[in-house]
């Protein structure tokens, strides 16, 4: 296939056509050309430059004014700004000698001017005029990453061809190329258009996961800057609490030529806005997580009237004991492990000793969002939420023995002899205990918190800029 290429964008372009099957010697000459509405021909006179007498364009006249200029030195005529109605037959005389040269017209229409948001639909319409036989045209898809696609075309007739595209993803956006091929009149060309696709980076669905009094940024990352999206959109994020529960607008934004606005809605929520934040990226940020916290967060695109959105689903997870606080010699207490649903199908809870205790692991049915374990000895626990064989997000919770210290405590003051003492020491041991167990929670929690980040990695948690 030979044939002469010029990337162009495909709506406002230009391409040319030539076909010189004639000696020059001959006295009468047709040629053919195709030029693409918006874009710029030029018609050729003669090869030869010797010739000196004035060209006369016999179509050149007032249709073409203003969009035409004559060369005189290479004998052409060149029109800009192509219409479908300059199809015709352009004959040049020179001396006894005549070119006709047929002119085709070519035009093609990128549906919403190709700009689209992810998971709308792409039309493109192709349309042809010839003062000649209209060529029955083959028509092949290039997309951008230079893979042939195999779209729904439709021949309204020889003139109008209409091209249905898949839904595009934003992946799609980039340099697509439409392959127009006919074999009489020999057209063979290329024209090549942009595709921009805008919406989100973010995977299809999103889980993300917390525990309870963690920090959390919900992030939707958009590809605006990456497909350089010029025009201005807006959006919004809000939150509901499940399917069917009403929603909560949490912010407005609007985002201008690199400029990104944002107006807090909601006040039902705590929440803050990061104040730095890479480049294209939607952010909230939740400083103290709380169990009511989870369900689906939704950013939403707003483009002409037209949406596209992506949700995040937050997962909390809780951990709570019963009794609370150490626990005595004989006695056994009730961890319960709690999470937001929904979960996903293959999601479920276990309970793991992680040391000091030499039980089994106990572990929930698949999608269960509860699961309690009776403990009579003392140690670290864990509560993990695990997805297939992904380990998602854990709580530790350290159960501690009570009796050891208080017995010591008891010699202790007892060795100190009197009576008044040994009150006071009572009184100390009563208050000390209170003090010791709030202490021993407090810190029970920041640990519990403090193993959790390394372990959970990026994708389940994410806790920056804390404070
Ligand atoms: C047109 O583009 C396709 C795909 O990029 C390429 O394979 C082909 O060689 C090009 N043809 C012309 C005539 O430039
Ligand atoms: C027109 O003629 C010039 C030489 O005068 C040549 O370089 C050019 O390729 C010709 N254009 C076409 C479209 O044939
Ligand atoms: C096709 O070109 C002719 C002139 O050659 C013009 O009269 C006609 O309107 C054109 N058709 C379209 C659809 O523009
Ligand atoms: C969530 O629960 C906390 C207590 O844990 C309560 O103060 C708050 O009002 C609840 N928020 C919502 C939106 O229900
Ligand atoms: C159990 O783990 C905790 C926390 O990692 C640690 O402080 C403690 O020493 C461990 N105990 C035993 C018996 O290994």
């Given at each position: 296939?030979?044939?002469?290429?010029?990337?162009?964008?495909?709506?406002?372009?230009?391409?040319?056509?030539?076909?010189?099957?004639?000696?020059?010697?001959?006295?009468?000459k047709?040629?053919?050309?195709?030029?693409?509405?918006?874009?710029?021909?030029?018609?050729?006179?003669?090869?030869?430059?010797s010739?000196?007498?004035?060209?006369?364009?016999?179509?050149e006249?007032?249709f073409?004014?203003?969009?035409?200029?004559i060369?005189?030195?290479?004998?052409?005529?060149?029109?800009?700004?192509?219409?479908?109605?300059?199809?015709?037959?352009?004959?040049?005389?020179?001396?006894?000698h005549?070119?006709?040269?047929?002119?085709?017209?070519?035009?093609?229409?990128?549906?919403?001017?190709?700009?689209?948001?992810?998971?709308?639909?792409?039309?493109?319409?192709?349309?042809?005029?010839?003062?000649?036989?209209?060529?029955?045209?083959?028509?092949?898809?290039?997309?951008?990453?230079?893979?042939?696609?195999?779209?729904?075309?439709?021949?309204k007739?020889?003139?109008?061809y209409?091209?249905?595209?898949?839904?595009l993803?934003?992946?799609d956006?980039?340099?697509?190329?439409?392959?127009?091929?006919?074999?009489?009149?020999?057209?063979?060309?290329?024209?090549?258009?942009?595709?921009?696709?805008?919406?989100?980076?973010?995977?299809?669905?999103?889980?993300?996961?917390?525990?309870?009094?963690?920090?959390?940024?919900?992030?939707?990352?958009?590809?605006?800057?990456?497909?350089?999206?010029?025009?201005?959109?807006?959006?919004?994020?809000?939150?509901?609490?499940?399917?069917?529960?009403?929603?909560?607008?949490?912010?407005d934004?609007?985002?201008?030529?690199?400029?990104?606005?944002?107006?807090?809605?909601?006040?039902?929520l705590?929440?803050?806005?990061?104040?730095?934040?890479?480049e294209s990226?939607?952010?909230?940020?939740?400083?103290k997580?709380?169990?009511?916290?989870?369900?689906?967060?939704?950013?939403?695109?707003?483009?002409?009237?037209?949406?596209?959105?992506?949700?995040?689903?937050?997962?909390?997870?809780?951990?709570?004991a019963?009794?609370?606080?150490p626990?005595?010699?004989?006695?056994?207490v009730?961890?319960?492990?709690?999470?937001?649903?929904?979960?996903?199908?293959?999601?479920?809870?276990?309970?793991?000793?992680?040391?000091?205790?030499?039980?089994?692991?106990?572990?929930?049915?698949?999608?269960?969002?509860?699961?309690?374990?009776?403990?009579?000895?003392?140690g670290?626990?864990?509560?993990?939420?695990?997805?297939?064989?992904?380990?998602k997000?854990?709580?530790?919770?350290?159960?501690?023995?009570?009796?050891?210290?208080?017995?010591?405590?008891?010699?202790?003051?007892?060795?100190?002899?009197?009576?008044?003492?040994?009150?006071l020491?009572?009184?100390?041991?009563?208050?000390?205990?209170?003090?010791?167990?709030?202490?021993?929670?407090?810190?029970?929690?920041?640990?519990?918190?403090?193993?959790?980040?390394?372990?959970m990695?990026?994708?389940?948690?994410?806790?920056?800029?804390?404070?």
């Open positions: 296939m030979e044939s002469s290429g010029t990337a162009l964008s495909c709506t406002r372009a230009a391409l040319l056509l030539l076909h010189l099957g004639l000696t020059s010697s001959m006295a009468q047709n040629e053919f050309q195709t030029g693409l509405v918006g874009g710029e021909v030029t018609l050729n006179c003669t090869e030869t430059s010739l000196l007498t004035k060209p006369i364009f016999s179509k006249p007032s073409i004014a203003g969009r035409s200029d060369k005189m030195q290479y004998k052409q005529l060149s029109v800009r700004d192509l219409k479908l109605s300059d199809a015709g037959i352009y004959t040049c005389e020179y001396g006894t005549k070119v006709h040269t047929s002119l085709h017209i070519v035009n093609l229409e990128i549906s919403l001017d190709g700009h689209f948001l992810q998971n709308e639909v792409a039309k493109l319409i192709l349309t042809q005029n010839s003062s000649s036989p209209l060529p029955d045209l083959s028509i092949t898809l290039f997309d951008n990453n230079n893979n042939r696609v195999t779209p729904e075309i439709q021949k007739n020889l003139q109008e209409i091209v249905n595209l898949k839904k993803e934003t992946m956006s980039g340099t697509w190329v439409c392959q127009i091929h006919s074999d009489s009149p020999l057209i063979n060309q290329n024209i090549s258009f942009p595709v921009k696709v805008l919406g989100f980076q973010n995977p299809d669905l999103e889980r993300k996961y917390a525990t309870v009094d963690s920090a959390v940024i919900l992030s939707w990352r958009l590809n605006s800057q990456k497909i350089k999206w010029k025009k201005g959109f807006t959006g919004q994020i809000n939150w509901k609490q499940q399917e069917g529960a009403e929603s909560h607008v949490l912010l934004f609007d985002i201008t030529a690199e400029q990104l606005h944002e107006t807090k809605k909601s006040n039902n705590l929440f803050e806005i990061p104040e730095s934040k890479p990226h939607i952010e909230v940020k939740l400083p997580v709380h169990f009511n916290h989870s369900g689906q967060y939704q950013c939403q695109l707003e483009y002409e009237r037209r949406h596209a959105q992506s949700k995040i689903e937050l997962v909390v997870m809780k951990v709570s019963n009794p609370a606080g626990l005595s010699r004989g006695a056994s009730t961890l319960t492990c709690q999470v937001s649903g929904p979960l996903a199908p293959d999601a479920y809870l276990s309970w793991e000793p992680v040391n000091g205790s030499k039980m089994d692991i106990k572990k929930s049915k698949q999608r269960e969002v509860k699961l309690e374990v009776t403990i009579s000895t003392a670290l626990w864990s509560c993990d939420l695990i997805e297939g064989s992904d380990k997000i854990s709580f530790r919770y350290h159960v501690e023995e009570a009796s050891v210290w208080i017995i010591n405590v008891i010699i202790g003051a007892s060795i100190g002899g009197s009576l008044l003492a040994f009150a020491g009572c009184l100390c041991i009563i208050s000390g205990v209170r003090w010791q167990r709030r202490r021993q929670r407090a810190k029970r929690m920041a640990q519990a918190r403090q193993h959790l980040a390394p372990k990695g990026k994708d389940c948690f994410q806790e920056r800029g804390a404070g």
